[in-house]
Every structure is written in C-alpha cells, then in structure tokens.
C-alpha cells in the first residue's frame, strides 16, 4: 500500500518542493497550509496534490486537519514539519508577539503536528517523523535570536524523540538547510548576496529547494532506517556541527 507523507507549510518553496518529490517517489501526500489560498490552490492545481488549511500553533486545528487528511488518505506514516515563520529583529527590538509568534509555529509546531499522529505510528510499528530547522539553529544568528532559538528547539525534539521511537521503527531525524534559493532569500538585495553571503558558502552557491526534498526523500525511505536521532546539514559546507 502506498504510504501517506503530510507535510506542513508544503505549498510553497522548500515545502513545495518536498510535497513534489514525495509525490514523485511515490507517495500519497497531503500539503498543508496556513494563509496564501491562491497559492496553496495554484499548487494543487498544477501538482494535483490535495491542500488542507489549518494553523500549526493550534493544536486542536492540528487534530481535526489530519483526521481529515487520514480520512481522505490513510494513516500519515510521514510527517515532514517545515511549517516556519520569521519576525526577524536585534534582540532589543523583539517585542513579545514577535518571539511568541515564531516559537509557536517554528516550535510548538512540531509538537502539534507530530503529537496527533504519534500513537497510530506506534501502533503500526513505522514511522518517519523529518523536520526542517536551519543552519541558524545550529550556530545562531544576530537579527534572529527568536528563530535560532525555535530551530535549536527543533533539534532536542528530534533528538529526544528519536530515542521513545526506536524501538518501534520510528525514526525521527533533522535537516538543517543553509541559505537556499527560496523567495525569501531571493528577496535580499543582489549586492548583498554577492558580496556577504554566498562568500560565505564554499560551494560558491545557494542550495536548491530541491536538493533538501532529495535529503527528506532518503530520510523518509526504508533505507534511511537505521538512522535516527540525526540532523542532516544541508548548508553546501558553511558550517560543520
């Protein structure tokens, strides 16, 4: 039977990307999403991949969306969380809603996702729980003190999490892209990319949204079975953790 692969925030860059290449290796995938319904209805409508709106950082909207997607699909047997926001500023400038607002869906958003789904994994004794934190999470980030945090969070998550799945063939793993060539960084002035970030980068390049769909592929797969607890870091070199 074709396994179900859900993915938050999976109707646009990086997320759009990984609904695609799931679909593509064979999977039924459902792409959630939070607010841009002409967007999250042009993918679904080129890609042919059904789209669910809920909220990540609400817990019940969480529930009641993938008892829709399972009623529809099938048990998730894959949960990519990639569902994430920024309110970037110096931390001095960081009000509340903007920290509160980035560890609920970049955060508590794992939780929510991955809590509904968790025990109809371990009753089948499969899983594959993937999350995207970031680079900045790893090694921080001035102007981001709020979302290197909630990616940070992510990885104890992962690594905590991987240890109650094992034994259940549940694995729970991490990516952490670098700088990828998504709108948002696209968005950055051209001098700015040239002169201050990609030198940064010794492959000399952005990453792909692509390339991080072809690392959730492996980790979703029978063949990344015994790897758990992982983060994979897909940041073409620019830091080694």
Not at 212 to 227: E, H, M, W, Y
Request: glycine share 12%; charged share 15%.
């Amino acid at each position: 039977m074709t396994r179900v692969a859900l993915v938050s925030g999976g109707t646009r860059g990086i997320g759009a990307a990984i609904s695609i290449a799931l679909q593509a290796a064979g999977y039924q995938v459902a792409a959630n999403y939070a607010g841009n319904v002409e967007r999250a209805t042009a993918f679904h409508e080129k890609t042919g991949i059904p789209v669910f709106r809920w909220d990540v950082r609400d817990y019940d909207a969480c529930v009641a969306g993938i008892a829709e997607v399972e009623a529809m699909l099938g048990p998730v047997e894959v949960l990519v969380n990639n569902a994430g926001i920024t309110r970037d500023a110096m931390f001095h400038k960081t009000t509340p809603d903007m920290w509160n607002a980035v560890i609920a869906t970049n955060l508590t958003g794992l939780f929510n996702m991955t809590h509904p789904v968790w025990p109809g994994m371990r009753e089948r004794n499969f899983g594959r729980v993937i999350s995207i934190s970031s680079i900045n999470g790893q090694r921080g980030q001035a102007g981001q003190v709020n979302y290197s945090a909630a990616k940070a969070g992510d990885l104890g998550f992962t690594k905590a999490l991987a240890q109650e799945g094992a034994g259940r063939n549940i694995t729970v793993n991490a990516i952490c892209p670098g700088y990828i060539g998504t709108e948002m960084v696209m968005a950055i002035p051209p001098d700015v990319l040239a002169e201050k970030i990609i030198p940064q980068i010794p492959i000399g390049r952005l990453g792909t949204p692509e390339e991080i769909a072809r690392c959730v592929v492996f980790l979703a797969s029978d063949d990344s079975g015994f790897i758990t607890g992982s983060t994979f870091s897909a940041n073409g070199g620019q830091f080694f953790a």
